[in-house]
């Protein structure tokens, strides 16, 4: 694979602008020329612990970004700053070519725009499963009653729940609970979708169906930014893959070269112990 | 879908545990009538029962007092409905202004710390006290009757209670749900109505509803103001015959108007368990 497509933590900031689509981008569809989501030189640190350092990433329109590496490596935390959940410590988050991270940004404004989906599904036990895909429709942007259920209807039918819509979600297996869970998230039709570590928490009969409704999500053209520890699904799904080592993106390139030619002694041995 | 019918070895078991079944039934009914009886002997023969039974069971005065009480009764209930409602709105809001995080807030939530710790540590029967005398002797309010200075006690004493209760109810909906809302783009105030109280109330509603029983009964307490409800009419028919029955039936009717409420909450309770939680409760 291309090696400019790769870039060490070094030289990272400044030569990401102009860096060229990568892989699957020139699918034939042109490339936009602003990113979804850039991040430029985003620091966090919890205490003395510096959890990430000068993160530069650019996601763009109809890119799925796997991000990967070892637990504490700043992954969770990348994702909750881009959400603002998390505050930052310094850089800038832009999206859509907006700086987020400004104190002044409309906070729910920006999080209605962008999709997320836990680890832990984190469904409101006390709403129907209807009621959980349509509240940020309902209450965030305004949509009546009527159409939201129509779309919500229509997502889980086509997801293969539809005769769950008026269950509560302790009924569902965790499996289903996560692809509704992953429902709820795009049922506003976010610009961006982040996914935490999505089927972490589930049983590795479940981890298929999460992950093939990803696929069909990508297939349909959403951007998504996600951690996971799924290896194989990485590789075949992701347009590129960044491995985060101690806060700092060490490595990020297309699949095949990231996964086959590591050059980071880190992601060699992160690699090697998750043999992907 | 025909079930197949059970084995010899379930049959037996189905047996053995209906055996079990009827005769835990039969030593629980003898045990108390044992009990029962025993009491009622000891209690008829004390030396002093003719003249209880003459002063507390009077048939006739229990007949005679009845229709007065039950009016009061009826003043009693709407207080009641009354206080109610405030007691959820004012407990409600203190609940939310001390779950308060931001320090912009500090001083309202000292404001609602201090409420609670005064009116919980207070007897009502002193802010009954103070509210249905105090606060029409400072001359600005307009005159109203003793049952509405009672109510606003009421409200103030109880609303600190539903708060702490609500406030623990709060606390104890996993903070993800509200990680969850807020980054589904709901504002801090649609997280607290549409995700956490409504997840905090189911989790605290039999300590709602034995605080609700309990200012049930204290409404009775209005009547130190002068608001003739059940408790002042049976004093009023108890002044008039010398005999203590009419606060027995008071007694009983406010029993009575409790036990319906007790068991609505008892199945609300459960069909809400069973629906959110079904299976894998032990």
């Known amino acids: 694979m291309s090696e400019p497509a790769r870039t060490g933590s070094g030289e990272a900031g400044a030569s990401r602008a102009s860096r060229p689509e990568d892989g ?47 637990s504490g490596s700043g992954k969770s935390t990348l994702l909750k700053t881009v959400n603002l959940l998390e505050g930052i410590d310094d850089g800038e988050i832009l999206l859509q070519g907006t700086d987020i991270a400004d104190p002044r940004t409309d906070v729910d404004g920006v999080r209605g725009r962008i999709g997320v989906v836990f680890q832990q599904f984190n469904l409101f036990p006390h709403m129907r499963v209807l009621d959980n895909v349509t509240l940020a429709s309902r209450q965030v942007h305004g ?13 889980l039918e086509r997801i293969g729940l539809g005769d769950f819509a008026d269950a509560y979600p302790d009924r569902l297996s965790g499996g289903q609970q996560q692809r509704v869970a992953i429902v709820r998230a795009i049922a506003s039709d976010p610009e961006l979708l982040l996914l935490d570590e999505v089927t972490s928490a589930l049983d590795p009969m479940l981890v298929g169906e999460v992950l093939d409704l990803v696929t069909e999500l990508k297939r349909q053209g959403s951007t998504i930014l996600m951690t996971t520890h799924e290896m194989h699904f990485a590789r075949n799904v992701a347009d ?31 690699l090697a112990r998750v043999h992907a | 879908m025909t079930v197949p019918a059970p084995s010899q070895v379930e049959l037996e078991r189905r047996l053995y545990r209906r055996q079990r079944g009827r005769r835990s039934i039969a030593v629980s009914v003898v045990s108390t009538l044992v009990v029962v009886a025993v009491v009622w002997i000891g209690v008829v023969n004390t030396p002093g029962w003719a003249a209880v039974q003459q002063s507390f069971f009077d048939p006739r005065t229990a007949v005679e007092s009845f229709p007065d009480i039950l009016l009061g009764l009826w003043l009693n209930i709407r207080i009641l409905f009354f206080a109610s409602i405030g007691v959820a709105v004012l407990g409600t809001l203190l609940a939310v202004v001390r779950g308060l995080r931001s320090p912009v807030f500090f ?22 006290y103070l509210v249905g005398f105090g606060l029409p002797g400072l001359g600005v309010f307009p005159r109203q009757p003793p049952e509405v200075w009672g109510t606003i006690a009421i409200v103030l004493t109880y609303s600190s209670y539903i708060a702490e209760v ?117």
């Open chain 1, 24 to 70: 699957l981008e020139a699918l034939g569809a042109s490339p936009t020329p602003a990113p979804v989501l850039e991040l430029r030189g985003v620091r966090k640190t919890f205490g003395e612990h510096e959890v990430l350092r000068c993160i530069d990433l650019a996601v763009h329109r109809h890119e799925v970004i796997c991000v990967i590496g070892a």
């Open chain 1, 143 to 155: 949509v009546p009653r009527a159409e939201a259920e129509a779309t919500a209807r229509r997502l």
């Open chain 2, 107 to 128: 001083p309202l939530r000292m404001l609602a710390t201090g409420y609670t710790d005064l009116f919980r540590g207070l007897p009502l029967i002193i802010v009954l």
């Open chain 2, 166 to 282: 609500l406030r623990a109810g709060m606390e104890a909906v996993h903070p993800s749900q509200r990680l969850a809302a807020r980054s589904l783009g709901l504002s801090h105030a649609k997280t607290l109505r549409l995700v956490v109280l409504p997840q905090a109330i189911r989790k605290v509603t039999p300590a709602l509803m034995n605080d609700f029983v309990s200012m049930q009964k204290d409404v009775g307490l209005v009547s130190i103001l002068g608001a003739v409800d059940a408790v002042r009419s049976a004093q009023i028919a108890q002044a008039e015959t010398y005999n203590f029955t009419p606060y027995l039936v008071a007694g009983l009717l406010f029993v009575v108007i409790s036990l319906p409420l007790i068991r609505i909450t008892d199945a609300i309770a459960r069909r809400q368990q069973q629906r959110e939680q079904i299976g894998g409760t032990v």
């Open chain 1, 240 to 270: 590129r893959i960044v491995f985060l080592h101690r806060g700092e993106v060490v490595e990020q390139g297309p699949p095949a070269a990231v996964l086959d030619a590591p050059t980071h002694p880190a992601l060699v041995a992160f």
